[in-house]
């Protein structure tokens, strides 16, 4: 809604506004363009010009929509859901992604289903096995492994740690 009202409040009319990009009918002038740019950072958003971190930002998005807040992982292959999703080949969205962030696609996938993990395992709701199912893993044993190589500690460890930590804070 911010980002239409700042659109209407310069005169321009938006045909769409989606998350990371918005329509508009009119040829936006240099001043408009400043102009919008200076209200979206006063609410907290960034005009972005460069399709390729337009591009960036969107796959990003659905990467973290569908790893936080999406209660089903896509059942085909994520390449090809992101290809379909975004509407470009996965070879060009992977060599744009490495190119401008310095890490894969699918390093940053796996670091966000790690940060999900711990959140799981934190809110102690699902046990491993439920887990690794709800985040697509292959095995208890390769989401284990991979939850290992990037934090260092086993799931039932971190586990462990934190439900110390929460007994030692609760009983101050």
Known sequence: MI???????????????????????????????DLLRLALLKAGLELMDDKKAILIERIKNVIVEMIHYSDEQPKI?????LAEKLQYDY?????????????????????????????????????????????????VAHLSNQFKKVTGLTPSFFKKLKQKKRSTLENV
Do not use: M, P, W
């Open 3 to 33: 980002v239409k009202s700042e659109l209407e409040k310069l005169g321009l009319h938006a045909t769409t506004v989606e998350l990371g990009e918005a329509n508009v009918l009119e040829e936006i002038t240099n001043d408009q363009h």
């Open 77 to 81: 292959n994520f390449s090809d859901f």
């Open 91 to 139: 070879t060009y969205l992977a060599n744009l992604f490495s190119e401008v962030t310095g890490i894969t696609i699918e390093h940053f996938i796996i670091a966000h289903k790690i940060e999900r993990v711990k959140e799981l395992l934190i809110y102690d709701e699902l046990n491993l096995t439920q887990i690794s199912y709800l985040l697509n893993y292959s095995s």
